[in-house]
């Protein structure tokens, strides 16, 4: 992993919100996205290409709960801010991109280029 967290460092930290501690990986940055006030996970690693414009976008990385891939509630992609409350975390391990992650996690992306955001909870 690129980085990870387990019960004590979340304990240290004492995050009011999970993705709070997630802001503590240099190659994960968040986005706001609409008014509702949810914010989106993007690798500042790479932007990605659309293929049918040719425009740069945003790189978004994946979200994985236990073993199931959040779904996307904000044009695909996992609203950060509905993550489990930091008391219900065991663990968190930050994959930057898609040659740091394990090959047991490789049917769980669709879009590993960006990288995946594994969560435990208790």
């Excluded at 801010?81 to 930057?96: Q, T, W, Y």
């Amino acid at each position: 992993a690129t980085a990870s967290f387990n019960r004590d460092d979340i304990e240290k930290v004492n995050p009011v919100e999970t993705w709070q501690m997630l802001s503590r990986v240099p190659s994960v940055r968040f986005i706001p996205s609409g008014p509702t006030g949810s914010l989106l996970a993007i690798s500042s690693r790479a932007m990605k290409i659309d293929g049918a414009t040719l425009q740069a976008i945003p790189c978004f990385m994946s979200v994985m709960i236990d073993g199931m891939m959040m779904g996307g509630d904000i044009d695909g992609h996992a609203d950060m801010s509905k993550l489990p409350p930091p008391e219900d975390i065991h663990g968190i391990e930050v994959f930057a991109g898609p040659a740091s992650i394990p090959p047991k996690y490789n049917g769980a992306a669709n879009d590993k280029m960006c990288g995946l955001i594994a969560i435990w909870t208790r």
